[in-house]
């Protein structure tokens, strides 16, 4: 199994801990395995292949989908939006991806709350990181949230770097949300309970 780079401190600060309590006591060591298993898989970082192509939008994290809505989104788009948020719990792959091709002309981070991430309140007052994509079809903005306990959003790229559909964006460690804003043209694909896989799943599709 692959481990994002940014989970190695972790799984090597829990493998320690395992150690320490296994020349303890061994009962204890029990006890603690299953967190060291679940740090381990919380930071997978799985290969991902799908369906490819300018017109589609993929979901950039992987989750459930808590809200589909027209919204404005002023920061990139200046104007209404279809919005998909997608939230991540402590199960879900962190590991972020494209949703399109394109180049990087907006990257924003904004230090904030760390509220429940499927809350809409979250979309303004948690700590995110904001992209915006000019892609061949139009602009795409994708904003990782931080949730009750994530405490740390990386993401990879900086502004004027060109990036491919479903490539690695980032990751958000433990509890989450990622929203993708789209012109309304698109047609959107999923709705309000739907399951995503980053890189995998399409979520819309440009008209």
Do not use: C, Q
């Given at each position: 199994?692959?481990?994002?780079?940014?989970?190695?401190?972790?799984?090597?600060?829990?493998?320690?801990?395992?150690?320490?309590?296994?020349?303890?006591d061994w009962r204890w060591a029990m006890?603690?395995?299953?967190?060291?298993?679940?740090?381990?898989?919380?930071f997978r970082d799985p290969d991902r292949t799908g369906p490819r192509g300018h017109e589609l939008v993929l979901a950039p994290a992987d989750g459930k989908v808590v809200s589909v809505r027209e919204i404005e989104e002023p920061t990139f788009?200046?104007?209404?939006?279809?919005?998909?948020s997608i939230f991540m719990?402590?199960?879900?792959?962190?590991?972020?991806?494209?949703?399109?091709?394109?180049?990087?002309?907006?990257?924003?981070?904004?230090?904030g709350t760390f509220l429940n991430a499927?809350?809409?309140?979250?979309?303004?007052?948690?700590e995110q990181a904001t992209v915006g994509l000019m892609t061949p079809n139009g602009r795409v903005l994708v904003r990782q949230i931080a949730g009750l306990v994530a405490r740390r959003i990386v993401t990879d790229h900086s502004v004027g770097t060109v990036v491919e559909q479903g490539q690695r964006m980032g990751i958000i460690r433990f509890g989450s949300r990622v929203d993708v804003f789209l012109p309304t043209r698109t047609r959107v694909l999923v709705k309000v309970g739907d399951r995503t896989k980053a890189g995998i799943t399409v979520v819309a599709r440009w008209t």
């Open positions: 199994m692959r481990l994002a780079p940014e989970g190695r401190p972790f799984v090597l600060g829990s493998t320690a801990v395992l150690v320490l309590l296994a020349v303890l006890l603690w395995l299953p967190v060291l298993v679940w740090v381990a898989a919380f788009h200046a104007g209404t939006t279809s919005r998909i719990n402590v199960f879900n792959v962190h590991v972020n991806r494209y949703p399109s091709s394109g180049e990087i002309a907006l990257r924003d981070y904004h230090a499927a809350s809409e309140k979250a979309s303004l007052d948690n």
